[in-house]
């Protein structure tokens, strides 16, 4: 599949979460960046410039609406993308 297909089909995910407008905002400006990598919670962070609170709520978010999954082996708090 192509990576912009790949992209775009996430960014529509988080469109589709019930979350608030600002919130799904913040949440597609980690896409791009992150897209093919395994992240943490200190990347939303450096991304985002947000708090750790807000940053936490964010990986939650996405995490249960299936956008990221956690990656085993790497250590605790690791996802990447959902590629479906």
Do not use: W
């Not at 995910?13 to 608030?20: C, D, G, M, N, T």
């Amino acid at each position: 599949m192509n990576i912009d297909v790949q992209i775009n089909s996430i960014k529509g995910r988080i469109e589709a979460l019930s979350a608030a407008p600002r919130q799904k905002e913040a949440l597609l400006k980690l896409v791009e960046p992150l897209f093919g990598k395994v992240f943490g919670h200190r990347e939303v962070l450096m991304i985002l410039g947000c708090a750790v609170a807000t940053g936490a709520k964010y990986v939650a978010i996405l995490e249960s609406g299936g956008v990221i999954e956690p990656v085993q082996g790497l250590g605790k708090g690791k996802y990447r993308f959902a590629v479906k």
